[in-house]
């Protein structure tokens, strides 16, 4: 024992680098594990989720679920169908950040969503305030913090909105922090994420252009009559629509069936994250 305690002294370097890589294994784990438990044994934190669906293109040949859809028929759809709340959320892959230019310190992992996103799922910061169209419209660099990231990787500090969070030379502020428990809903979740970051809307509906798989809410109707009226919208559309782009299908899946633990994404891993 004596011995290998030297050893591992005089390896210093192979010490430090062993120690770091073992407490981030721990670290990832326990969010892992905290994930897994609010998936499944805890109702999602989301105001009335049974109205939740995600809007998905599907093959009817494999039933495999598709990363993403062109956009025409979200736009489409957002305009013409009128039981949908008119916002639309999406959610794209995560990256890094800190609270130095430099890179030093902590590193938070933000989820990129649209603005809509707290807005739809019927979320109401606990500190400061949510994303609003102004955001959006402005391309403002904001940001809102999980509760559990807030009270955990910043010891709860008073002071948190109105700082400075940053990724290679750029600044963002935060805003907001989301209330306990929030899981963003869809296909491609980040269990070590503590935040989600604002990314502007892309607004052209040229042809050709791909959306992610928005995250819709449905009022007033039932699942099978809101997937009739889709369907026939589908329809007319596609026949403005060059064949190589024409769904195979395109479906309303219920929130929970999207998320990771539930449908075809957890068993293909989250490789296929996008940048929205």
């Not at 957002?78 to 959320?89: E, P």
């Not at 649209?114 to 959006?136: C, H, K, S, W």
């Not at 904001?142 to 948190?160: F, I, S």
């Not at 600044?171 to 296909?187: K, S």
Request: aromatic share 8%; glycine share 8%.
């Amino acid at each position: 024992m004596l011995h290998a305690i030297r050893s591992l002294v005089r390896a210093r370097w192979f010490t430090a680098g062993a120690i770091v890589t073992f407490a981030l294994g721990i670290g990832t784990n326990i969010a892992v594990f905290a994930l897994v438990d609010r998936l499944l044994f805890r109702p999602l934190p989301y105001n009335e989720p049974q109205q939740l669906f995600l809007l998905q293109e599907v093959d009817l040949g494999t039933g495999q679920r598709k990363a993403s859809l062109p956009k025409r028929y979200v736009d489409e759809a957002r305009t013409r169908l009128a039981f949908l709340d008119q916002r639309m959320a999406m959610m794209g892959d995560s990256a890094g950040y800190y609270f130095t230019p430099d890179m030093d310190g902590p590193e938070l992992r933000l989820t990129n969503v649209t603005y809509q996103m707290p807005a739809i799922l019927g979320l109401n910061p606990v500190q400061g305030r949510g994303f609003n169209e102004d955001d959006d419209r402005l391309k403002r660099a904001v940001v809102m913090l999980t509760y559990e990231g807030w009270q955990d990787r910043l010891g709860g500090a008073p002071d948190v909105v109105g700082r400075k969070l940053w990724l290679r030379d750029d600044a963002f502020e935060v805003i907001g922090i989301l209330p306990p428990g929030f899981i963003p809903p869809g296909p491609f979740v980040d269990p070590t994420m503590v935040g989600i970051r604002l990314v502007p809307e892309v607004n052209t509906v040229s042809r050709g252009v791909l959306s992610l798989p928005p995250v819709v809410r449905i009022r007033g109707v039932s699942q099978a009559a809101a997937q009739a009226e889709l369907e026939a919208l589908v329809k007319l559309v596609r026949q403005e629509m060059p064949v190589e782009q024409t769904p195979s299908s395109i479906r309303f899946i219920p929130i929970r069936d999207a998320m990771p633990m539930f449908g075809d994404s957890f068993r293909e891993g989250t490789s296929h994250c996008r940048r929205l």
